[in-house]
């Protein structure tokens, strides 16, 4: 039973590159043993993340992920049983932000910053493939 969940949240402050460095190193660390896969995306203190793996580990970790005092208002945008997952070749990938095309995100919200809250989940998720699709991904699987 695979699952696939997306959530946004707003850092704290204090969260800075050293500190999202330190929560991809601790996600690659972990999600192997429990079968995550996924992406991160961190942009002008906003995250946005897709976890994909079975039910239970993917709500143990959405909790424990939720309880964290990195940030605040984390609010689930998505829900969904799958069939198979789409970020499969990563432990927890992080969108190269620099990389990303401004163009990209006016196809999607009405100004070119990223800003999950203005818009659906199905909107954010279109957003994740096509970035998965432009090669924004990285990070070792
Ligand atoms: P330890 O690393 O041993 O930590 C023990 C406790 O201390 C935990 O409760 C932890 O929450 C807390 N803690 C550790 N470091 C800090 C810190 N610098 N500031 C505040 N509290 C801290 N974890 C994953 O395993 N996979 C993910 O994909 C993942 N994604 C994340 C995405 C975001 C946006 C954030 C903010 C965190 C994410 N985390 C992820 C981290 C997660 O919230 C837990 O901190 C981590 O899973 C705990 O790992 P551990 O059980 O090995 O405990």
Same mark, same amino acid.
């Given at each position: 039973m695979l699952v696939r969940l997306m959530y946004a949240s707003r850092a704290v402050p $204090?969260?800075?590159? *050293? *500190?999202l460095l330190s929560i991809l190193r601790k996600s690659k660390a972990n999600n192997p $043993?429990? =079968?995550?896969t996924g992406v991160l995306c961190f942009? *002008? =203190?906003?995250? @946005?993340?897709? @976890? *994909? =793996?079975?039910?239970?580990?993917? #709500?143990? @970790?959405? #909790?424990?992920?939720? $309880?964290?005092t990195r940030h605040t208002q984390v609010e689930l945008l998505s829900y969904e049983e799958i069939g198979e997952r789409r970020f499969a070749g990563w432990s927890m990938g992080q969108v190269n932000m620099a990389r990303l095309n401004p $163009?990209?995100?006016l196809k999607y919200s009405e100004r070119a910053t990223l800003d999950p809250y203005a818009v659906s989940g199905?909107?954010?998720?279109s957003l994740f493939e096509e970035l998965l699709a432009t090669a924004s991904?990285? =990070?070792q699987p």
């Open positions: $204090a969260v800075d590159q *050293e *500190e $043993a429990v =079968g995550i942009s *002008e =203190g906003i995250f @946005l993340q897709v @976890l *994909e =793996g079975g039910r239970s580990a993917v #709500n143990q @970790l959405y #909790n424990r992920i939720a $309880a964290d $163009a990209l995100l199905k909107v954010s998720m991904v990285v =990070g």
